[in-house]
């Protein structure tokens, strides 16, 4: 059929649907439309009240409230304030024990405490914020990422080597004051900063950084997996030299590498890519690097991070020994 002889209307009955003759008109039923009945009308709503004889309502008639929604209320307010309670975070008081010192006024370092209401769920670093910013703001600290990346924040507390912001309160006894110096070996520059430069100097010493010996790539230096975890421990160094400042033999006289320095040569003597290992070694070969080490421990124990630090001055010692990496 040509497309002109097509009946003029859509599927959907809009513009070309032919009208439609009420007349004779029939249903999907086969009925004629006229036949069937009208459309009931809706019955009209009952008046319930009709018939009633309507009862006078004070002008003002106080809502009686249910009793059962009184009771209910009063229930939703009790489980309200019982998990009000139950969520609660304990608090509770400490003293801390501070190792000030101000070398513009102070001929040498004292001990002054300080009285806080802290959280079960405070660091050591919020209470020294809590101290500076409402009790005294003379007092410094280093701090930086506050979660434990930056290492800015070593600092001994009750005698051992941690970052304040890793270092929660309910964990030291509250009973106690808190004792809370500069770590020891480095040069205090005000309260519990120290001058990291001596630090770092020996860091700098131990290159770390990659060496190779001018092949450059045209794509990356690739690894397998396998020699990527033979220095895996060591890339977690964050430099607060907790270690080296927590090491018998470093507070003696400041000259040995520490054990900061040897990670982090190590991190990069056992690289695959590298090629300055025999380097790094000669230099750690020195009378104030590796050997100077007495196994201690003091170290591993020291480390926010975890690291196997005096299993790596081990391997750098060996690596000495054999030549081998
Ligand atoms: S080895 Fe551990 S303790 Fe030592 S500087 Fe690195 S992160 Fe700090
Ligand atoms: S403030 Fe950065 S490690 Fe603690």
Known sequence: MAKDDEPAFSASGS?????????TAVGPDGRPLQAREPAQPAPEPRDETAGRVAEPVPAEAPAQPDAAEERQARQQVQQAEKGAEAGAIPSFEVTLRLRR??????????????????????RLLDALHTIKWEQDGSLSFRRS???????????????????????????????????????????VEKDLIVDMDPFFAAYREVMPFLITKGNEPTRER?????????YDDTTKCILCAACTTSCPVFWGD??????????????????SRDEGADLRLEILNDKEGVWRCRTTFNCTEACPRGIEVTRAIQEVKRALLTRKV
Request: proline fraction near 10%; charged fraction near 25%.
């Open 145 to 187: 990422c506050a979660h434990g990346v930056c290492g800015s924040d070593a600092m001994r507390i009750n005698g051992k080597n941690r970052l304040a912001c890793k270092t929660l309160l309910k964990d030291l006894n509250p009973d106690k004051p808190i004792t809370v110096e500069p770590i020891q070996g480095l040069p």
């Open 254 to 271: 400041g000259q040995y590498f520490g054990p900061a320095s040897i990670v982090n040569a190590h991190r990069f003597i056992f690289d």
């Open 101 to 122: 010192y101000n070398p513009e006024l102070d001929d040498a370092p004292h001990w002054e405490d300080y009285r806080v209401t802290v959280h079960s769920t405070d």
């Open 15 to 23: 513009e070309g649907t032919p009208p439609v003759d009420p007349e």
């Open 222 to 230: 690739l690894q397998s997996q396998k020699q990527r975890e033979r």
